[in-house]
């Protein structure tokens, strides 16, 4: 799945690249993301979702 992630990455905005990179290889909690990003976890649950099905 990683290798998926990383190939998927380049097809991504700036804003959800940096967010996928924060969950999946920095290993930050959605709420950690959150707070790094200025929104609420629900927001950064919602981004991530979004960007993983795009």
Same mark, same amino acid.
């Given at each position: 799945?990683?290798?998926?992630?990383?190939?998927?990455?380049? $097809?991504?905005? #700036?804003?959800?690249?940096?967010?996928? !990179?924060a969950?999946?290889?920095?290993? &930050?909690?959605?709420?950690?993301?959150? $707070?790094r990003? #200025?929104?609420?976890q629900?927001v950064? !649950?919602?981004?991530?979702?979004?960007? &993983?099905?795009?």
């Amino acid at each position: 799945m990683m290798d998926r992630l990383k190939a998927a990455l380049p $097809l991504l905005s #700036g804003s959800e690249q940096a967010l996928i !990179n924060a969950i999946f290889f920095e290993e &930050l909690s959605e709420r950690k993301v959150g $707070l790094r990003l #200025g929104v609420t976890q629900s927001v950064v !649950n919602k981004r991530r979702a979004s960007a &993983l099905a795009g």
